[in-house]
């Protein structure tokens, strides 16, 4: 998808052409889309295509006159086997433009789109890259607190009921968190070189924006290292748990098997037949019989509580 934004008296306008001072976000673009913007605003078209790779690093490069920003930004993924996941963001400078691309729609750059986003403008470039990739440490943050709370949500089932779905869960809310630390760190470093350069230093304003970002970013990567070694605590403990109680249910049946089998063997001696046993004669014999497993049985259980073996 293509899409050609311009800030016109304030306003974010969309256009049909490509002209001076415009943004164009592509989405999961067609050969023909990228052929007509590389054609249009003369960028290189191998910094268009990289972003369109998912294993794509993190990373900043200059060429010709043109800036290749590429960031990883978190993206909710229900299908697949985390809730979040991480994907390239591409961001190219030329002369007179901004392009992003990627893969999939997303909230950061949609949040520009629907204007949930002020004071941007589409003709100030180094600003409006450096809205995006604030905008883009803040999502991180956001997700991260909704991770926290699913997280906390789980952890009270789990009180009620020890059963594996709450557990995959966990495990790929954990999954999510590494993905997370892993990308935010290779933020950083992108971050961190643009710090350096100087078309970004030739305005203060940009530069205190810049290090705002790196604050989120460092902020994101804190919480996300925290609520991964509680995640993991969490799991480590409920494993715990769970193996904890199916050693005392075994116990339990191990016990319940030993009195139960007393008055079996009792049976089976009676009813073998072979020599003269006790009480056959007697018209109460089932119920002495009987009463000695019962015994028997009842003395077992005694001794097996009394060693909490129940």
């Known amino acids: 998808m293509l899409e050609i934004f311009k800030t016109i008296n ?33 960028v290189e078209s191998e910094y268009v295509r990289a972003a369109l790779d998912e ?84 999502q991180y943050l956001q997700y991260l607190r909704i991770i926290d709370k699913i997280s906390g949500r789980i952890e009270q089932d789990l009180h009620k009921s020890m059963k594996n779905k709450e557990l995959i869960q966990l495990l790929k809310l954990e999954k999510s968190l590494v993905y997370f630390s892993t990308s935010l760190k290779a933020n950083e470093a992108v971050l961190e070189k643009m710090l350096r350069l100087e078309y970004i230093k030739k305005y203060p304003d940009d530069t205190d924006l810049l290090e705002d970002v790196i604050i989120e970013n460092k902020q994101a990567i804190e919480m996300a290292n925290i609520y991964s070694s509680i995640l993991s605590g969490t799991m480590d403990a409920f494993a715990s748990i769970i193996s904890n109680n199916v050693n005392i249910v075994m116990k339990f049946l191990a016990s319940v098997t030993i009195v139960m089998a007393i008055p079996t063997m009792v049976a089976s001696f009676y009813g073998m037949n072979v020599a003269k046993i006790p009480f056959a004669h007697s018209p109460h014999a089932f119920t002495i019989v009987l009463a000695i497993s019962l015994t028997l049985s009842a003395l077992s259980a005694f001794i097996l509580a009394k060693r909490k073996m129940f």
């Open 55 to 138: 294993e794509e690093r993190a990373r900043i490069e200059y060429e010709n006159g043109q800036t290749l920003i590429i960031v990883d930004i978190p993206v909710a993924d229900e299908e697949a086997d985390t809730i979040y996941t991480t994907i390239p963001l591409g961001i190219v400078l030329a002369k007179d433009s901004i392009i992003t691309v990627c893969l999939k729609e997303n909230s950061v750059i949609r949040d520009f789109i629907v204007k949930r986003v002020k004071s941007f403008y589409t003709f100030y470039k180094n600003r409006f890259i450096l809205k995006i990739l604030y905008k883009n440490a803040s």
């Open 10 to 42: 304030e306003e974010l306008v969309s256009l049909d052409h490509f002209e001076e001072g415009v943004w164009v976000n592509l989405t999961s673009p067609s050969e023909e889309e990228i052929a007509a913007v590389c054609e249009g605003l003369q």
